[in-house]
C-alpha cells in the first residue's frame, strides 16, 4: 500500500512580493521562513517608518504583513492606513499576539486579523482573505 505524502498547503499568490512589518526579531524569523515556504519573497521593516520607506522604494510590493503593536509613534493599523491610503489596491493583512484594549483599534480596522501564534494553514487563509478584501483599483 503506497502511503500518500502529506499535501502542504498551496501558496495563494506564488511569487508575491510581502512586506513584513514585525519588531520581535524571532517571530519576525518564523513568518518569514512560513512566507518563503509558501512561495513568497520576503522584504521585513522593524517599525512603521522603516516599513513605510521600504514600500516606497519597492512599488513592486503586493501584500503588507504587519503586526499590530509596534514600536515608535504608529502602530501597525497606523501603517496600513497610511500605505492603504497610498496604495488602495494593496492587499493587507494585520497580525497580533495581544488581547484585549490593544486590539480593539485591529478589530475596528477594516483588514483581516491572524491571532498569533498561528500555523502555515492559517496563514494562507488569512492571506487570502487579504486578497479578497482589499480595495479594487
Request: glycine letters at 6%; zero cysteines; a negative charge.
Amino acid at each position: 500500500i503506497l502511503q500518500e505524502a502529506p499535501v502542504a498547503p498551496p501558496a495563494p499568490r506564488p511569487g508575491v512580493s510581502v512586506l513584513l512589518a514585525e519588531d520581535d526579531a524571532e517571530v519576525g524569523d518564523l513568518v518569514e521562513a512560513m512566507l518563503i515556504e509558501l512561495g513568497h519573497d520576503v522584504r521585513r521593516a522593524g517599525d512603521a517608518d522603516e516599513a513605510l520607506e521600504l514600500d516606497r522604494a519597492h512599488p513592486e510590493l503586493g501584500l503588507l504583513v504587519t503586526d499590530v503593536m509596534m514600536p515608535g509613534d504608529k502602530s501597525g493599523v497606523d501603517l496600513a492606513a497610511i500605505l492603504s491610503a497610498e496604495r488602495p489596491e494593496l492587499p493587507i493583512l494585520l497580525s497580533s499576539g495581544y488581547t484585549g484594549q490593544e486590539l480593539a483599534e485591529a478589530r475596528a480596522a477594516p483588514w483581516p486579523l491572524l491571532r498569533k501564534p498561528y500555523a502555515l494553514d492559517a496563514l494562507v487563509r488569512a492571506i487570502d482573505q487579504a486578497f479578497e478584501t482589499r480595495r479594487p483599483h
